[in-house]
């Protein structure tokens, strides 16, 4: 029994092995391939992009794309899928870090091996990157290549607003009203004027609710240090008014509410006015991110055909089972327990005188008759004892037999 047991444990022991050995290596085999920097002002655009690659798609599975250093923060999550649009998973934007995880398996996909396919997300230029030129970027906690500010043509160098380190966004004296694609799908709108210090200034923005927190620059950049914010006026929902301080140049303020893009629609229009001066722009909803993939199905050897039987062909006769043969062996205790016999007492045969034999009365002297023999002679006696002690001697060898 001990045996047995042991064997079963060690069959599953075989079967367990390659699942557990495969389930642990949860870090997806990925690259990164391209990385674009469009300009060296925050804000402005980092595109980064890559492959990915696993034997087989396991729940659980993931890799990771990070700033290192910060320099630049991923825009929003999107969907982690393949190329027939099945959802595997998630890619998740926290900050600088971008997760790629897989939380369910398509059937369609249970049974494919070397499953691999692209990524590409976007990110925008951070306030950490001012005054650098350059930032890295990490695969799984390791650091795989060098990211150039302003490099847009992705090739290890610098090829727009080069002229120095990274720095704050461009504050161009230009009236404009823009928008952007917000992390949850919304966007958001932004109102920028040019201003003469002491002017007063009514701005409206005519699609959704103003705020009353404006900054204005006196320096080409938005450099914090050289940036004013000041609060403006309220006059309703959608408008509010404020003085240019002094030595400003251009002022900018951002409608607090974000707008949601109606149902089948890719972009929207916002409008706005400052100081009777029309504004308009219009903002197309643009992807943050993708994936894409496939595998090769795995061949199943297909089972063997169950051959019909014939109900036509007479059935075959009966094969006798064989007699049992008698075993060589005993089939009882092979040691005889032990026979008492009894001797059979031979008769102790001793020579007697014969009787005397009375003479009939009457009778006259003559010569007598002989007398037939009646008693046991000594020879009798002898062949009596030998068929005896031959029977028990016989009667002893058929008991042995058995």
Not at 15 to 37: F, H, I, K, L
Not at 225 to 251: L, M, R, S, Y
Request: aromatic share 6%; glycine share 8%.
């Amino acid at each position: 029994m001990k045996k047995i047991i042991t064997a079963a444990a060690g069959v599953a022991m075989l079967v367990a092995a390659p699942v557990a050995a495969y389930a642990a290596n949860d870090t997806m085999t990925a690259t990164v391939t391209s990385a674009q920097s469009m300009s060296r002002q925050t804000s402005s655009e980092v595109n980064v992009s890559g492959t990915w690659e696993t034997e087989r798609l396991t729940v659980g599975q993931s890799f990771t794309v990070a700033s290192v250093d910060g320099g630049f923060k991923w825009n929003a999550s999107f969907p982690f899928t393949l190329d027939d649009g099945s959802q595997i998973g998630e890619c998740t934007a926290n900050e600088a870090t971008l997760t790629c995880k897989v939380t369910t398996i398509p059937d369609a996909y249970a049974n494919k091996k070397d499953v691999k396919g692209t990524w590409w997300a976007r990110a925008r230029l951070q306030d950490a990157a001012v005054g650098t030129t350059e930032g890295k970027i990490s695969l799984n906690g390791e650091v795989v290549r060098t990211l150039v500010w302003g490099d847009k043509d992705a090739t290890g160098k610098c090829s727009n607003d080069c002229s120095g380190p990274a720095h704050y966004e461009y504050a161009s004296p230009e009236n404009l009203k823009f928008g952007w694609t917000n992390a949850n799908g919304t966007v958001g709108w932004g109102i920028k004027f040019i201003v003469e210090p002491g002017t007063e200034y009514t701005v409206k923005d005519f699609d959704t609710r103003l705020n009353t927190d404006v900054k204005c620059t006196e320096s080409p950049t938005w450099d914090p240090k050289t940036t004013a914010f000041i609060t403006a006026i309220p006059v309703d929902a959608n408008t509010i008014k404020f003085t240019a301080p002094e030595g400003a140049e251009v002022c900018m303020v951002y409608p607090p509410e974000q707008v949601r893009v109606p149902d089948g629609q890719t972009s929207v229009t916002n409008h706005a006015e400052v100081n009777g001066v029309k504004l308009e722009a219009t903002a197309t909803v643009k992807a943050n991110g993708g994936a894409d993939g496939d595998g090769t199905a795995m061949t199943n050897p297909e089972p063997s055909p169950v051959p019909t039987p014939d109900v036509s062909a007479p059935s075959p006769a009966p094969v006798p089972s064989p007699e049992p043969k008698p075993s060589d062996k005993p089939q009882y205790d092979p040691t005889p327990a032990p026979v008492e016999t009894t001797p059979v007492p031979v008769p102790s045969v001793s020579p007697s005188a014969p009787a005397p034999v009375e003479k009939p009365q009457g009778a006259q002297g003559g010569t007598q008759g002989k007398l037939a023999k009646t008693g046991a002679t000594p020879a009798g006696l002898i062949g009596t004892g030998i068929l005896v002690a031959g029977g028990v001697a016989l009667a002893v060898a058929r008991y042995k037999r058995r």
